[in-house]
């Protein structure tokens, strides 16, 4: 079975500054991992995921996350954070054919201050 | 196109009784899913179907069951409420693009037992 452990449950940070919220992931299969958030009373958005290929991929609103295979990790960065981006945060992985089943982690609250 | 729709947005029932839940994807999507989000267990996968079967299910009692129609609208039933079944249901719908894997989630419906 699958599992995703975002550590940090809460992360304060100043506007502009830079940000890294961890992810990291079990699995004995290959995976797809994507990064979800969600605004207060909203669904989840997309904001990146990682099928194949480059190991730096890039979303929406700014966000980039790398995969990093040996360390089993896929930390969300963006260098320059507005009040807008706070949010919780979810971390998620699916098997590769395994339909759409997402096992997601914790979450983590971004708290953007002045 | 529209988004992932849900009805009713907000439920309140009695302990007992049987709720059903409705879920219209975006045009097209042939994949629904279902998830449940506590603040003690966080986001868990309920179920998924594709063209009107059950392709995936989670670890939840019987109780817990869903269905989809011709139209990729689905719903899911629970019956026999208990207070634990407080939470919001999040729907989300997916166009099974191979290159895609991306999942549009709707606002969720929060469901209160009393």
């Known amino acids: 079975a699958q599992s995703v452990t975002q550590l940090d449950s809460q992360v304060p940070v100043f506007e502009e500054a830079p940000v890294e919220l961890r992810c990291n992931y079990s699995s004995s299969v290959s995976v797809y991992l994507f990064w979800y958030v969600q605004y207060p009373n909203q669904g989840l958005q997309l904001l990146l995921k990682y099928l194949s290929g480059s190991t730096l991929v890039k979303g929406i609103n700014g966000f980039e996350a790398e995969f990093n295979k040996s360390q089993t990790s896929f930390h969300l960065r963006k260098p320059s954070v507005h009040i807008s981006d706070t949010a919780e945060y979810f971390c998620?992985?699916?098997?590769?054919?395994?339909?759409?089943?997402?096992?997601f982690g914790t979450g983590t609250q971004l708290k953007v201050e002045l | 196109k529209a988004g992932v729709t849900q009805t009713p947005r907000y439920l309140i029932k009695t302990r007992g009784q049987q709720v059903t839940l409705s879920c219209s994807p975006i045009?097209?999507?042939?994949?629904v899913s279902w998830y449940q989000q506590t603040p003690g267990q966080g986001l868990q996968f309920l179920f998924e179907y594709f063209s009107e079967t059950q392709r995936n299910k989670g670890n939840f009692p019987g109780r817990f069951s869903g269905r989809q129609f011709s139209n990729s609208r689905s719903e899911m039933n629970v019956s026999t409420l208990e207070l634990g079944d407080s939470a919001l249901y999040l729907c989300?719908?997916?166009?099974?693009?191979?290159?895609?894997?991306?999942?549009?989630f709707g606002p969720g419906t929060r469901l209160t037992v009393t």
């Open positions: 989300a719908s997916s166009a099974e693009d191979r290159n895609s894997y991306e999942q549009y």
């Open positions: 998620a992985v699916s098997l590769t054919g395994g339909g759409n089943k997402l096992t």
């Open positions: 045009s097209g999507h042939r994949s």
